[in-house]
Protein backbone atom coordinates (compact mmCIF):
# COMPACT_ATOMS: atom_id res chain seq x y z
CA UNK A 1 0.00 0.00 0.00
CA UNK A 2 1.62 3.51 -0.97
CA UNK A 3 0.05 5.34 2.08
CA UNK A 4 1.75 7.30 4.45
CA UNK A 5 1.13 9.37 8.35
CA UNK A 6 2.41 12.40 9.45
CA UNK A 7 2.30 13.84 12.47
CA UNK A 8 3.75 17.49 12.63
CA UNK A 9 3.97 19.70 15.78
CA UNK A 10 4.95 22.95 16.10
CA UNK A 11 4.68 26.01 18.24
CA UNK A 12 2.23 27.43 15.69
CA UNK A 13 0.59 24.40 14.41
CA UNK A 14 -0.20 20.19 15.30
CA UNK A 15 -1.26 18.41 12.33
CA UNK A 16 -2.04 15.46 11.79
CA UNK A 17 -2.12 13.95 7.87
CA UNK A 18 -2.74 10.77 6.37
CA UNK A 19 -2.36 9.72 2.71
CA UNK A 20 -3.20 6.84 0.32
CA UNK A 21 -2.22 7.61 -3.04
CA UNK A 22 -4.08 4.55 -4.78
CA UNK A 23 -7.46 5.93 -3.11
CA UNK A 24 -10.57 6.78 -4.20
CA UNK A 25 -10.74 10.41 -3.55
CA UNK A 26 -12.82 10.87 0.14
CA UNK A 27 -11.40 12.80 2.63
CA UNK A 28 -11.91 14.20 5.81
CA UNK A 29 -10.30 17.48 6.32
CA UNK A 30 -10.72 20.21 9.23
CA UNK A 31 -7.55 22.72 9.29
CA UNK A 32 -9.10 25.39 10.78
CA UNK A 33 -8.99 27.85 7.32
CA UNK A 34 -12.44 26.98 5.80
CA UNK A 35 -11.21 27.78 2.01
CA UNK A 36 -8.31 25.25 2.67
CA UNK A 37 -10.22 22.75 3.66
CA UNK A 38 -12.60 23.24 0.49
CA UNK A 39 -9.60 23.27 -1.75
CA UNK A 40 -8.00 19.80 0.09
CA UNK A 41 -11.25 18.54 -0.19
CA UNK A 42 -11.29 19.43 -4.23
CA UNK A 43 -7.50 17.77 -4.45
CA UNK A 44 -8.38 14.46 -3.25
CA UNK A 45 -11.32 14.26 -5.08
CA UNK A 46 -9.39 15.06 -8.59
CA UNK A 47 -6.80 13.69 -7.57
CA UNK A 48 -8.47 9.97 -6.11
CA UNK A 49 -6.12 9.99 -3.03
CA UNK A 50 -7.71 9.25 0.55
CA UNK A 51 -6.38 12.28 2.37
CA UNK A 52 -7.31 13.03 6.07
CA UNK A 53 -5.87 16.25 7.02
CA UNK A 54 -6.47 18.03 11.08
CA UNK A 55 -4.89 21.12 12.33
CA UNK A 56 -4.92 22.90 15.13
CA UNK A 57 -2.96 26.29 14.53
CA UNK A 58 -2.40 29.36 15.58
CA UNK A 59 -5.04 31.15 13.14
CA UNK A 60 -5.78 34.09 16.04
CA UNK A 61 -2.01 34.88 14.41
CA UNK A 62 -3.23 34.79 11.41
CA UNK A 63 -3.48 31.39 8.51
CA UNK A 64 -0.19 31.47 7.57
CA UNK A 65 1.42 28.81 9.72
CA UNK A 66 -1.26 26.60 9.05
CA UNK A 67 -1.39 26.73 5.22
CA UNK A 68 2.82 26.89 4.91
CA UNK A 69 2.57 23.89 7.67
CA UNK A 70 0.15 21.52 5.60
CA UNK A 71 1.97 21.81 2.46
CA UNK A 72 4.68 20.83 4.32
CA UNK A 73 2.91 17.94 5.87
CA UNK A 74 1.13 16.74 2.59
CA UNK A 75 4.97 17.00 0.66
CA UNK A 76 6.53 14.68 2.82
CA UNK A 77 3.10 12.12 2.21
CA UNK A 78 3.97 11.79 -0.90
CA UNK A 79 7.28 11.75 -0.58
CA UNK A 80 6.90 8.37 2.07
CA UNK A 81 4.20 7.35 0.17
CA UNK A 82 6.44 6.85 -2.87
CA UNK A 83 9.47 5.84 -1.20
CA UNK A 84 12.14 5.11 -4.07
CA UNK A 85 9.40 5.72 -6.83
CA UNK A 86 9.42 2.08 -8.18
CA UNK A 87 7.10 1.97 -11.39
CA UNK A 88 6.14 5.17 -10.86
CA UNK A 89 5.32 7.52 -14.10
CA UNK A 90 7.38 10.41 -12.96
CA UNK A 91 5.87 13.19 -14.71
CA UNK A 92 2.83 14.57 -15.28
CA UNK A 93 0.65 17.66 -16.53
CA UNK A 94 -2.69 19.23 -17.46
CA UNK A 95 -4.11 21.71 -18.80
CA UNK A 96 -7.73 22.77 -16.86
CA UNK A 97 -10.47 24.76 -17.81
CA UNK A 98 -12.41 26.60 -14.71
CA UNK A 99 -14.96 28.20 -16.82
CA UNK A 100 -12.91 31.27 -18.17
CA UNK A 101 -9.45 30.53 -16.19
CA UNK A 102 -7.32 27.77 -17.83
CA UNK A 103 -4.67 26.80 -15.62
CA UNK A 104 -1.71 24.51 -16.53
CA UNK A 105 0.21 22.33 -14.11
CA UNK A 106 3.49 20.00 -14.78
CA UNK A 107 5.02 18.15 -12.27
CA UNK A 108 8.11 15.99 -12.23
CA UNK A 109 9.23 13.89 -9.05
CA UNK A 110 12.81 14.43 -9.73
CA UNK A 111 13.92 14.26 -5.95
CA UNK A 112 14.66 18.07 -6.67
CA UNK A 113 12.95 20.60 -5.40
CA UNK A 114 11.41 23.62 -7.54
CA UNK A 115 8.56 25.75 -7.62
CA UNK A 116 7.57 27.74 -11.09
CA UNK A 117 4.82 29.57 -9.69
CA UNK A 118 2.83 32.36 -12.63
CA UNK A 119 -0.36 32.88 -11.21
CA UNK A 120 -1.47 36.35 -11.01
CA UNK A 121 -4.30 36.57 -8.21
CA UNK A 122 -5.20 40.17 -7.98
CA UNK A 123 -7.40 39.79 -5.39
CA UNK A 124 -5.54 39.79 -1.81
CA UNK A 125 -8.53 37.77 -0.21
CA UNK A 126 -11.15 35.30 -1.18
CA UNK A 127 -13.39 35.25 1.70
CA UNK A 128 -11.14 35.70 4.57
CA UNK A 129 -8.24 33.92 2.86
CA UNK A 130 -5.14 35.68 2.05
CA UNK A 131 -4.43 34.36 -1.91
CA UNK A 132 -0.89 35.17 -1.53
CA UNK A 133 -0.74 31.76 1.00
CA UNK A 134 -1.36 29.72 -2.28
CA UNK A 135 2.28 30.15 -3.24
CA UNK A 136 3.30 29.56 0.39
CA UNK A 137 1.45 26.23 0.72
CA UNK A 138 2.83 24.85 -3.31
CA UNK A 139 6.47 25.98 -2.10
CA UNK A 140 5.89 23.83 1.14
CA UNK A 141 4.83 20.65 -0.44
CA UNK A 142 7.35 21.27 -3.06
CA UNK A 143 9.92 21.49 -0.88
CA UNK A 144 9.08 17.91 1.21
CA UNK A 145 8.02 16.23 -1.78
CA UNK A 146 11.23 16.59 -3.91
CA UNK A 147 9.35 17.68 -6.92
CA UNK A 148 9.50 19.75 -9.49
CA UNK A 149 6.18 21.91 -9.92
CA UNK A 150 5.02 24.28 -12.76
CA UNK A 151 1.77 26.06 -11.88
CA UNK A 152 0.53 28.98 -15.08
CA UNK A 153 -2.04 30.62 -15.16
CA UNK A 154 -2.89 31.12 -19.23
CA UNK A 155 -6.30 32.87 -18.57
CA UNK A 156 -8.71 34.09 -16.35
CA UNK A 157 -9.28 37.04 -13.56
CA UNK A 158 -11.62 35.35 -11.03
CA UNK A 159 -9.27 34.53 -8.02
CA UNK A 160 -11.25 32.35 -6.67
CA UNK A 161 -11.24 29.85 -10.35
CA UNK A 162 -7.99 30.70 -10.39
CA UNK A 163 -7.06 29.15 -6.90
CA UNK A 164 -9.47 26.22 -7.14
CA UNK A 165 -8.12 25.57 -10.84
CA UNK A 166 -5.11 25.49 -9.78
CA UNK A 167 -5.82 22.99 -6.71
CA UNK A 168 -7.51 20.39 -9.25
CA UNK A 169 -5.28 20.94 -12.21
CA UNK A 170 -2.03 19.89 -9.75
CA UNK A 171 -4.32 17.18 -8.60
CA UNK A 172 -4.56 15.66 -12.09
CA UNK A 173 -0.76 16.03 -12.68
CA UNK A 174 0.09 14.64 -8.95
CA UNK A 175 -2.11 11.42 -9.94
CA UNK A 176 -0.85 10.77 -13.14
CA UNK A 177 2.71 11.39 -12.07
CA UNK A 178 2.55 8.54 -9.25
CA UNK A 179 0.28 6.11 -11.39
CA UNK A 180 1.98 2.84 -11.65
CA UNK A 181 3.53 3.04 -15.56
CA UNK A 182 2.69 -1.69 -15.65
CA UNK A 183 5.48 -1.30 -18.23
CA UNK A 184 7.66 -0.37 -16.25
CA UNK A 185 6.48 -1.31 -12.75
CA UNK A 186 9.57 -2.71 -11.49
CA UNK A 187 12.29 0.09 -12.57
CA UNK A 188 13.42 3.30 -11.21
CA UNK A 189 12.13 5.95 -14.00
CA UNK A 190 15.83 7.11 -14.19
CA UNK A 191 18.57 6.67 -16.00
CA UNK A 192 20.72 7.07 -12.73
CA UNK A 193 18.63 4.13 -10.91
CA UNK A 194 17.63 6.27 -8.46
CA UNK A 195 15.40 9.17 -7.52
Known amino acids: M ?18 RLDGTGKSTIDTGV ?20 VCRGDTYVDDHHSVEDIGIALGRAFREALGDKRGIHRYGDTVLPMDETLILSAVDFSGRAYLGYALDIRAEKVGTFDTELVEEFWLGFIRQAECALHIRQLAGRNAHHIIEGTFKSVAHSLREAVSIDETFKNEIPSTKGVL
Open 2 to 19: REAVINRKTAETDISLSL
Open 34 to 53: GFLDHMLTLFASHGRFDLTV
